[in-house]
């Protein structure tokens, strides 16, 4: 606690620091919670299916001669394209067959409850044209929106490719994470897709799949910005990942004149370790702050002194559990004083995800949680010298 954070955050992504996900064939496995891996295998059995069913069908159209696809490219003012865990902008197209070896999955997001543009490449490897198959969605194994015919004019005749645009969605109305399931007749491609609350903000324009998939797992379920801020800062004060250290340097924010740089790779390095990390208020603002920008909740992490001379103020606060200790245990709680503290500015009030507090603001009630959506008039105790 020894400077004030500048009110601008840049991102300062750290290439090399991380080599996960830089070979975008492994992104799926790397990506995907656990529990959703026995999707993904079903899906991926589904794969081998594709590329050859409609060699051996003798009759046209849905039931009879299937094209295989080939690549799957979702778009749209709807769809968000995503960074790899270096800061790399992903490719565009989701699904890709490349020399024919296999599939490539590509991560990205979009905007929950909505529908998205897909443009959809098919190949004819058999013997006869085939003039329209058809294309349907699942989200986690459940259907989102209907069966759709597409019709090729002319047939697609064998031995040629065509893109066609359609349609997926609408998407679960809710955030998520998880595998949106692309399939032409009884065949399909599994692809990760995070929902998000509504378009990524800022730092996280393009936001990057490891915030995404900490920040839409934390926040699963949820629908507005409110729920969102609550949990993914108890999520964040929970995951054990932290320690408070008032007198120990920013971990992940280099501080030159005139600006303050989040080494976001360097965050998502100790989520993916064992073990924990050392941090003051302005690591867990930032960090939050990015997390809720992904998933669309406007953010800004902000220094609060007592004014005129914060030099010779302290703030005491009221009984607190820093980040670290559990939160449920009344022995972690205490008064402390600060010169200053940093917490983030949202637009349902602010958010601090570095001390839970033992009792509610604006009453006498026990609350053990971490603050969100709170008032900053009435946050301290109070303010005195």
Not at 3 to 31: D, F, N
Not at 45 to 59: E, K, N, P, R, S
């Amino acid at each position: 606690m020894m400077k004030q954070i500048p009110p601008t955050l840049h991102l300062a992504p750290r290439v090399g620091k991380l080599s996960v996900l830089e070979r975008v064939s492994c992104l799926v496995g790397e990506l995907l919670p656990k529990a959703l891996h026995p999707v993904l295998t079903s899906a991926c059995a589904l794969v081998a299916l594709t590329f050859g069913v409609a060699g051996q069908a003798i009759a046209q159209g849905p039931g009879g001669a299937q094209p295989a696809l080939v690549s799957i490219d979702l778009k749209g003012s709807n769809h968000y394209r995503c960074k790899n865990n270096s800061g790399v902008l992903l490719p565009p197209t989701e699904f890709a067959v490349l020399f024919q070896q296999g599939p490539q999955f590509i991560a990205s997001a979009a905007k929950m409850g909505s529908t998205v543009d897909a443009d959809i490449t098919y190949s004819n490897p058999g013997t006869v044209p085939v003039s329209s198959t058809t294309v349907r969605a699942e989200y986690n194994g459940v259907t989102c929106g209907p069966t759709r015919t597409i019709t090729f004019s002319p047939p697609l005749a064998p031995g040629t490719s065509r893109t066609v645009g359609t349609q997926i969605g609408p998407l679960p109305n809710q955030v998520d994470a998880g595998t949106i399931l692309i399939l032409t007749a009884q065949t399909g491609i599994p692809l990760t897709l995070y929902l998000t609350l509504d378009a990524p903000l800022q730092r996280m324009v393009n936001p990057w799949v490891g915030v995404l998939n900490l920040s839409c797992n934390w926040a699963k379920g949820k629908t507005t910005a409110a729920e969102v801020g609550q949990f993914v800062t108890r999520k964040l004060f929970d995951a054990g990942k932290c320690v408070y250290n008032g007198g120990a340097a920013a971990v992940w924010l280099t501080d030159p004149p005139g600006s303050a740089d989040l080494n976001l790779s360097g965050f998502l390095i100790a989520f993916g370790n064992p073990g924990s990390v050392q941090v003051d208020c302005r690591d867990v603002a930032t960090v939050l702050t990015v997390m809720v920008e992904s998933v669309g909740v406007s953010a800004a992490p902000n220094a609060y002194y007592h004014k005129p001379a914060p030099s010779a103020y302290k703030i005491d606060t009221n009984p607190i559990c820093a980040i670290g200790a559990d939160r449920l245990v009344n022995a972690n709680y205490g008064v402390r004083r600060w010169d200053y503290h940093c917490i983030v500015d949202v637009p349902t009030g602010v958010l601090d995800g570095c001390a839970a507090q033992r009792y509610h603001f604006g009453t006498a009630d026990l609350y053990y949680d971490v603050p969100a959506n709170w008032t900053l008039n009435g946050y301290w105790q109070t303010w005195q010298g």
